[in-house]
């Protein structure tokens, strides 16, 4: 069984001491979390993606763009 406890950053060390020293618990740090990439960011980081935003930019730029109101 695995069990997943959230403890605040000023609390882990001591918490993983505690949760250590019993001998029926075996305790493991979890991973960080991965920094949330922005919706730009994600669309800049696939060469595919990067090169539609890049033109989509340039089109307003340029006055190209077409303004739409948005379906209820």
Known sequence: MKIT???PDNKAAFMMELLQSL???KATP???KAKR??????LLSN???S?????SIEQI???QAVQRDLLD
Not at 37 to 42: A, P, V
Not at 51 to 55: D, S, T, W, Y
Request: glycine share 4%; hydrophobic share 30%.
């Open 5 to 7: 406890l959230e403890i």
């Open 23 to 25: 001998p029926f618990v």
């Open 30 to 32: 979890a991973r960080t």
């Open 37 to 42: 990439q922005d919706e730009t960011e994600y």
């Open 47 to 49: 060469p595919a993606n």
């Open 51 to 55: 090169r539609e935003l890049l033109e």
């Open 61 to 63: 730029r340029q006055g």
